[in-house]
């Protein structure tokens, strides 16, 4: 009996790559549909709906809307990216919404408070995500702390020490300071063009967008780190025995997702115009949604950036169609929710590969 | 295995069985949403101008939260407005997250509608959204943002807070008299609170009163925690005769402090702000000391906001400020008339439905 029913086989067998990808000859017409429902399958979902509402709602057709949806997309993709870093090391980072909404009040003190140009507010903002993700990787690699707890109370320190400096209040232009003066600065024209400008038609957040897919996919599937960062993700002591220096490793990958997730926030910041005391808390669990839709992507079975990037997309394509359709805001979470699941069954159930990402080890 | 089955089924049957005695009535009751205030449209007499002439004119809300009671009540007379003016209107909503909202303005923008609405958010968030809007020809029509800052072509409402303060504190000035000791709870920084402390401060000069304690918190549960702050500032100054709470949550806290120092019960009147049905029977309880407050129908504000911008639309509306005017309720009269909550009050004050306010003969006044 020449044909093997993988699923029968241990895990491991699957895994090694053995069985994963025989002579397409030894496959049942089953499994190879299986196979491509899994590799295809997602990528057939989004494309179906993107016509489905382009189709029927003729306002989701004009660019701008086009482009508006991608610029929504923007900032949960590039968090999403941050996370697909720390979820290919095995990891998780729950502060990255609020390292986010961090890079906000850091923006806007900079500018207001200090009444200092865009180009400052911008190096404050990045080097402030470098120091959060330090202090993850110090509590997670030298102090050893659990992953999912650390980062659990970095997202508190970080949410309630932000507001310390401004009583609690968001900051705008013009506001009155603590002693009673207004304060000094206001927001730059040009600050306000990271999100406000274009680049031909294509706006800047959508830009900065396709540039980190960019760099995330060579970082993740060209590079020595990234398969270093796998390696880690799929067996950490096996990685260590190699010669791998896990702890530095693992280390890179917070940094990395605090400096995207404050990229991420440097846009909102620059959409809201003000210093917003809530932005970015939301932001959390739609960019661990779309890096985990995005392992289902082409059958990847782990994080992967191209999968994070349509992720994204895909759950801003769903709620742009469904306010366009004028359905209440609690249909766009039922709906966010069920792609999460849908793509969770194309990843864990119907794959015949094992998903490399198990999280809260 | 079959003694499983038996009990089994056993289990199942009992559950079905309590199940059913648990229910509330007759299955075939149908429960009516509690927001969804079924309004009467009154016929429209003259002819509707461009471009309200045909159906199907394109509008959207783009609100920054739809989360609430009084949200919900808001969106619920701006559809049903909208619906009688034969528009057909898109919702977008933010949850409450500013950056969202900026992109649902953009979206609503691009998505071709004739009119925008724009309930709550920053100014400095909305205003390039708005002025780009302004300058595609798009009519907007802004509530309770001050938008004029920065995008002074959009038609700016918000509910009158000056009227609210002010109708309180006539009925105060003429229940106390003037050179009384007063208590203030209020904060500071919140745009229409800051608006209503404007008219307190007026009223404090011209009545001679004496401001013996000002406080208040704003929280996530600014009832609870404004309520000990108050207390202690009642037990050091026991001669107030009126305490001013121009906010219900703020007159919430001050009514359950009162109830801490029985020494003061029936010393002490308290006037509030707003009003909802736990408002009304918190108002109405025996020996609440809460006598009077200011009062408006979320309803009645989400449909004249769509009456406005169709106004506006169809080049009528005079200016570009509106405000939507509250009314005087006080408990005497809740009591006399036998009100319960916001239902009844509908039925007793007419005037909650602001019928009068961006009116046009073309259009079809919706009233809850």
Not at chain 1, 50 to 65: C, D, H, K, N, V
Not at chain 2, 156 to 175: H, P, R, W
Request: charged content about 15%.
């Amino acid at each position: 009996m020449p044909q093997i029913e993988s699923s029968l086989l241990p895990a491991e067998a699957v895994d090694s790559g053995r069985v994963v990808r025989p002579e397409d000859d030894t496959l049942s017409t089953g499994t190879r549909v299986r196979d491509a429902v899994v590799k295809y399958g997602f990528i057939a979902v989004t494309v179906a709906l993107f016509s489905y509402f382009t189709l029927s709602e003729p306002s989701f057709r004009t660019s701008g809307a086009l482009f508006s949806m991608l610029k929504f997309a923007s900032v949960t993709a590039i968090l999403g990216l941050g996370m697909t870093f720390v979820m290919a090391v095995g990891g998780m980072d729950l502060s990255i919404g609020s390292t986010a909404g961090l890079s906000v009040q850091m923006a806007a003190m900079t500018m207001v408070f200090y009444n200092l140009n865009g180009g400052a507010a911008v190096a404050v903002v990045l080097l402030s995500g470098v120091a959060v993700g330090l202090l993850n990787a110090v509590l997670i690699v030298l102090c050893k702390i659990p992953d999912l707890l650390a980062t659990l109370g970095m997202m508190f320190v970080i949410q309630g020490s932000k507001l310390i400096p401004v009583d609690g209040q968001s900051v705008a232009s013009g506001m009155v300071l603590p002693d009673g003066t207004p304060a000094p600065g206001k927001f730059t024209e040009s600050f306000l063009r990271i999100d406000g400008g274009t680049l031909g038609p294509v706006p800047y957040p959508v830009v900065i967008m396709l540039v980190l897919t960019t760099v995330s996919w060579f970082i993740l599937a060209r590079t020595k780190w990234g398969r270093i960062f796998y390696a880690i993700g799929a067996n950490p002591e096996a990685s260590r025995l190699a010669g791998v220096r896990v702890g530095l490793y693992r280390g890179l990958a917070y940094v990395l997702c605090s400096v995207f997730a404050s990229i991420g926030g440097l846009i909102l910041v620059s959409r809201i115009g003000q210093g917003d005391v809530n932005a970015g808390t939301s932001s959390l669990l739609e960019a661990v949604a779309v890096a985990l839709v995005g392992t289902s992507v082409l059958g990847m079975g782990k994080p992967n950036a191209w999968g994070t990037l349509l992720g994204a997309l895909l759950i801003g394509i769903v709620l742009t169609g469904l306010t366009m359709k004028g359905f209440q805001y609690y249909y766009q979470d039922t709906a966010k929710g069920l792609v999460l699941i849908v793509a969770l069954l194309f990843s864990f159930t119907i794959s015949r590969r094992k998903v490399r990402y198990t999280p809260a080890t | 295995m079959r003694m499983k089955k038996l009990i089994v089924a056993g289990v199942a049957a009992v559950s079905a069985l309590s199940l059913a005695a648990c229910s509330q009535g007759s299955g075939a009751t149908t429960v009516k949403p509690k927001n969804q205030e079924s309004a009467s449209v009154q016929a429209a007499s003259g002819d509707a101008p461009a471009p309200f002439d045909q159906p199907g004119v394109r509008v959207a809300i783009v609100q920054n939260s739809g989360q609430g009671d009084y949200f919900q009540q808001y969106l619920n007379g701006t559809k049903q407005q909208a619906a009688a003016l034969g528009i057909d209107l898109s919702v977008y909503d933010a949850q409450g997250d500013n950056a969202t909202q900026a992109t649902q303005l953009d979206q609503a923008i691009s998505s071709g509608v004739q009119g925008i609405i724009v309930r709550h958010g920053f100014p400095d968030t909305l205003c390039p959204g708005v002025n780009k809007a302004i300058d595609q020809g798009i009519k907007v029509v802004i509530y309770d943002v001050e938008i004029q800052k920065c995008a002074p072509d959009a038609v700016q409402t918000q509910q009158s807070d000056n009227k609210m303060a002010s109708l309180v504190l006539d009925k105060m000035a003429e229940d106390i008299g003037t050179g009384k000791p007063v208590g203030y709870v209020n904060v500071a920084g919140i745009a229409p609170l800051d608006r209503r402390d404007v008219v307190w401060q007026e009223y404090l000069g011209e009545n001679d009163w004496t401001q013996k304690f000002k406080t208040g918190k704003f929280t996530n549960s600014t009832a609870t925690d404004t309520a000990p702050m108050v207390d202690s500032v009642l037990k050091s100054n026991p001669d107030v005769v009126a305490v001013y709470a121009p906010y219900d949550e703020l007159t919430k806290a001050t009514l359950s402090a009162l109830k801490q120092n029985p020494s003061l019960q029936g010393k002490v009147k308290v006037y509030g702000a707003d009003i909802s049905t736990a408002d009304i029977e918190l108002m109405t309880n025996p020996d609440s000391p809460w006598v009077a407050t200011g009062a408006t129908d979320p309803n009645a504000i989400g449909a004249a906001v769509v009456r406005t911008l169709a106004l506006h639309m169809a080049g009528e509306l005079d200016g570009l400020n509106v405000e939507f005017p509250p009314i005087l309720v006080t408990q005497d009269f809740l009591r006399s008339e036998g009100i319960k909550n916001m239902d009844d009050l509908r039925a007793a004050e007419p005037a909650l439905n602001i019928a009068d306010v961006s009116s046009a003969d073309w259009i079809p006044n919706v009233t809850f």
